[in-house]
C-alpha cells in the first residue's frame, strides 16, 4: 500500500495535467532536500536517561527559507514528517509568503512526561538540530501537542547556544518573549475567514449551519469558538478520547474547553455546572462524528480520517480541512463525485503560517503590530489565496484541492525554472 508521503505527491502529479511542467521542476518537487534525525537523551525524573527519537526535514527552499511545525505524537515517523513538510511547501506557496517547507517531529507522548521532562526534551531537540535551522535556514512552529510554552523555551535554548538573542528563529511563542498577537487562534482564523467567503458567494443562511468539529486542540476549539460566536451551529466536537453531540441547540465551545481543562476530556462531561446545562445531548465516537448529518465538517486532528471506507458515508456538503491530510487520495475522490466540496488542508489551514511570518517579520524588525493590523492582514492574505484558487477551479474545472495544487504549483515551477531547464542547458 503506498504511504502517506506518496500520495500526497499524487495530489501534485494531478496538477501538473493541467499545466506544462518540465522534468526537472517534477523531480525538484517530489524529492525532500534534505532530512536529519536526531537521538535526544532526556534526564527523566526518577533518575533513568531514556532516548527520544526526532526529526526535521527541509522539503524545498525556493522560494525561501522553510518553515514549519514541530509534531509530539507517539506516532510520528519519517514518513509523516516528510509528507507535512511537503505540504508545507505547497501551502506557504498558496498564500503567497516567502518561506519553503519544513517540519518536524518527536516520537513522544507528552502526556505521560512531567513539566520539566517535556521542557528537557524540546532543548533537548533543540540542541540536535541546532545547525539545521535559522531565522534564514529554517523556521519551526507548534503543531500537535506542542505549544506555545514550548515554542518559548525552544527559542530559548538556540539563543543561549548562539549567545545572541535570536527569537526571529522560532514562531507561536508566548507575547511575552516575542510572539505576535493573534498567532494563536491564527489557524483557526484563516479558515474562518474562508467558510464566511464561501458562505457569501453562495448565499447560505449562516445562523442555520450546523457545523462538526472533530479535534478540540489549537484548530479544533478556536474554529468552533469562531463561528459559534457568529451563530453558526456547533452540533458536534470531539478530541481523541471521544465527542458530544447535539441535535437540537449549539454547543458552547468555551464551556467545554473550560471542562476539558479541568477534567481532562470532553467526552461525557459536556458543560457541568455551567449555562449550558440544559442542552441535550448524547456521546459520539470521532468515526460517528464524522458521518453525522451536518453541513459543514471540519476535521482538525490528524491524518486519515476520511477514507474510502466511510467516505460514502459523509453527510456534510462542506469539508473544511484545518487538519493536515484528512482526507485519504480516495476518499478524495469519491467525495468529489458525490458533489461534495473540501477547502483543501494547504488553503484552509495557512492561516497559521501566515501568521507565523507575521512574527517572523515583526521580530526581524523589531517593531510589532497591533492585533486589529495581524487580523486585517491576514485576512487579506486568506481571501485573496481563496479567490486565486476559486479563479484555478473555475479555469480548470477541477477540485478546490487540485487548483490550490495548480495554483501553488506554477510559482514554485516557474522558480525553479528560471534557474534553467535541460532545454534551456541544452541549446547551449
Ligand atoms: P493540538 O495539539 O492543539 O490539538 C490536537 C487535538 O486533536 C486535541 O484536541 C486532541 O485531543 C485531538 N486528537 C488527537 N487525536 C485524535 C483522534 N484520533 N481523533 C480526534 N481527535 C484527536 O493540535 P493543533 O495545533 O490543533 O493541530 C491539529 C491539526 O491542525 C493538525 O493536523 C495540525 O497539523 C493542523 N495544523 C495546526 C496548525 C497550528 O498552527 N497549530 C497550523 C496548521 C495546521
Known amino acids: 500500500m503506498p504511504g502517506l508521503f506518496e500520495n500526497a505527491v499524487k495530489q501534485f502529479e494531478k496538477a501538473t495535467r493541467f499545466f506544462k511542467v518540465s522534468d526537472d521542476a517534477k523531480k525538484t518537487l517530489e524529492n525532500p532536500k534534505q ?3 536526531v537521538s535526544i537523551p532526556v534526564r527523566m525524573d526518577n533518575g533513568k536517561l531514556e532516548i527520544f527519537k526526532g526529526y526535521r526535514v527541509h522539503y524545498n527552499d525556493i522560494l525561501g527559507p522553510t518553515k514549519g ?6 506516532n510520528v515517523d519519517m514518513d509523516e514528517v516528510k509528507t507535512l513538510a511537503f505540504w508545507m511547501t505547497f501551502k506557504c506557496a498558496v498564500v503567497g509568503i516567502p518561506f519553503g517547507g519544513a517540519k518536524g517531529g518527536v516520537i513522544v ?4 512526561l512531567s513539566k520539566q521532562e517535556l521542557e528537557r526534551l524540546s532543548r533537548g531537540y533543540i540542541r540536535g538540530i541546532y545547525e539545521f535551522i535559522g531565522p534564514d535556514i529554517d523556521i519551526p ?4 501537542y506542542t505549544n506555545e510554552t514550548i515554542m518559548g523555551w525552544m527559542a530559548d535554548e538556540y539563543s543561549r547556544i548562539s549567545r545572541k538573542l535570536t527569537p526571529a528563529v522560532i514562531t507561536g511563542k508566548p507575547v511575552s518573549l516575542g510572539g505576535s498577537k493573534g ?3 491564527a489557524t483557526a482564523r484563516g479558515a474562518y475567514y474562508i467558510i464566511r467567503e464561501y458562505a457569501k458567494k453562495h448565499n447560505l443562511d449562516e445562523k442555520k449551519l450546523r457545523v462538526a468539529v472533530q479535534g478540540f ?3 479544533g476549539y478556536h474554529i468552533a469558538r469562531l463561528l459559534h460566536d457568529d451563530g453558526y451551529k456547533i452540533v458536534a466536537l470531539s478530541d481523541s478520547k471521544g465527542g458530544i453531540y447535539t441535535k437540537t441547540g449549539s454547543l458552547h465551545p468555551d464551556s467545554i474547553l473550560k471542562v476539558k481543562q479541568e477534567k481532562g476530556m470532553i467526552d461525557g462531561v459536556y458543560c457541568r455546572g455551567t449555562v449550558c446545562d440544559d442542552i441535550e445531548h448524547e456521546d459520539v465516537t470521532n468515526e460517528q462524528l464524522l458521518e453525522l448529518d451536518v453541513d459543514i465538517l471540519i476535521p482538525a486532528a490528524l491524518e486519515n480520517q476520511i477514507t474510502e471506507k466511510n467516505a460514502d458515508r459523509i453527510k456534510a456538503k462542506l469539508i473544511v480541512e484545518l487538519a493536515n491530510g484528512p482526507t485519504t487520495i480516495e476518499a478524495d475522490e469519491i467525495l468529489f463525485k458525490k458533489g461534495v466540496t473540501i477547502i483543501p488542508d494547504i488553503l484552509a489551514n495557512a492561516g497559521g503560517v501566515s501568521v507565523s511570518y507575521f512574527e517572523w517579520v515583526q521580530n526581524r524588525a523589531g517593531y510589532y503590530w497591533e492585533l486589529e493590523t495581524v487580523q486585517e492582514r491576514l485576512k487579506k492574505l486568506m ?3 481563496f479567490e486565486e484558487v476559486l479563479k484555478a477551479r473555475e479555469e480548470h474545472k477541477t477540485s478546490f484541492r487540485t487548483a490550490a495544487y495548480i495554483y ?4 514554485l515551477v516557474a522558480a525553479i525554472e528560471a534557474k534553467g531547464t535541460e532545454e534551456f542547458f541544452r541549446r547551449g
Not at 511545525?69 to 507517539?74: L, S, V
Not at 512552529?141 to 500537535?144: F, G, T
Request: hydrophobic content about 35%; proline content about 10%; cysteine-free.
Open 141 to 144: 512552529a507548534p503543531d500537535v
Open 183 to 185: 498567532r494563536d487562534d
Open 35 to 37: 532530512i536529519i534525525e
Open 217 to 219: 486542540g489549537n484548530a
Open 69 to 74: 511545525g514541530i509534531r509530539y505524537h507517539p
Open 109 to 112: 507522548n507528552p502526556k505521560k
Open 383 to 385: 481571501v485573496m489565496a
Open 408 to 411: 501553488a504549483s506554477k510559482k
